[in-house]
């Protein structure tokens, strides 16, 4: 089956197709669930009922990603990461852990070696393109090799003086060189004149669309084609999921320092990775 994402991918680099995605679900019902959710990006799906099951699985097939259910029996998805990670031959496969387990869930998952964590019931446009972003940044890493991270170039688009300064500082002023608009005509020429590597953009702006801004760079060659960390407030995602994968992460607001790090050194990695495969 290949992919059936219609819209331009101008933006993102192109994926072989189909990858491989298996999903470690001890529950049936939720395992229809996330398949309806992805069933749209065309991948391969094979599935496990549990960690010690797809541990079994991967000596058979080593997928392009993994998502990995917290709870289960006989083998929880938290030991199941740390012999994933632990093995040579594993090690490079993103996990995303995907899990309706509260409290100090994601702080383990990441302790255990997860590259990603989303809490059920997830967002279909939150999962999809998380997923499509893990897969490309392990495809172009299989091509290009191992690489050192690179300081990006980040333009961050908001009305929201805090949220400007919430990024740069949780990301880190010295990690990065760091660009500013507050609307969408001031984001253009910013695009056109400085090329960032990754385009932060709040639903919040001065003056424009946030969702014009992101199709405007999603099919044109003019505005160069970063990456897009879309932030959003609680219920605004849905209104996006008709633009198909107009952007790469997405981050609910208010923002927290150690999750706006991870996201846009995510997509600094997927920018890295491209221009050197495109090089």
């Not at 990858?19 to 749209?40: H, T």
């Not at 496969?93 to 998952?109: E, F, G, M, N, Y």
């Not at 279909?124 to 172009?140: A, E, G, M, N």
Request: hydrophobic share 45%; net charge negative.
């Amino acid at each position: 089956m290949h992919l059936t994402v219609q819209s331009k991918e101008h933006s993102l680099p192109q994926l072989k197709s189909p990858m491989s995605i298996l999903m470690v679900e001890d529950n049936a019902l939720q395992r229809r669930q996330v398949e309806a959710q992805i069933q749209a990006l065309g991948h391969r799906l094979l599935t496990a009922n549990n960690g010690l099951e797809a541990i079994e699985r991967l000596k058979e097939h080593v997928p392009d990603l993994i998502i990995m259910d917290a709870v289960m029996p006989t083998m929880d998805g938290f030991r199941a990461c740390e012999l994933i990670k632990a093995d040579p031959r594993t090690a490079a496969v993103p996990i995303l852990v995907l899990t309706a387990l509260s409290r100090d869930a994601k702080d383990r998952s990441y302790a255990a070696g997860a590259d990603d964590f989303i809490r059920k019931p997830a967002n279909t446009l939150l999962l999809q393109v998380r997923i499509q972003t893990h897969l490309r940044i392990h495809d172009l890493a299989q091509r290009s090799g191992p690489q050192p991270p690179a300081r990006p170039k980040v333009l961050v688009v908001s009305a929201s003086p805090l949220v400007r300064s919430q990024v740069q500082n949780h990301y880190g002023k010295d990690q990065g060189t760091f660009l500013e608009a507050q609307g969408e005509a001031q984001a253009r020429a910013m695009l056109q004149a400085h090329q960032p590597d990754v385009m932060v953009l709040d639903t919040d702006l001065q003056e424009g669309s946030a969702q014009t801004l992101a199709l405007a760079i999603h099919d044109s060659d003019e505005l160069g084609h970063p990456p897009i960390l879309l932030l959003y407030n609680p219920g605004e995602l849905e209104t996006w999921s008709r633009l198909r994968e107009p952007v790469a992460d997405a981050l609910d607001k208010p923002l927290v320092a150690a999750e706006t790090r991870r996201r846009v050194a995510l997509l600094a990695r997927l920018a890295q990775l491209q221009k050197l495969v495109e090089a």
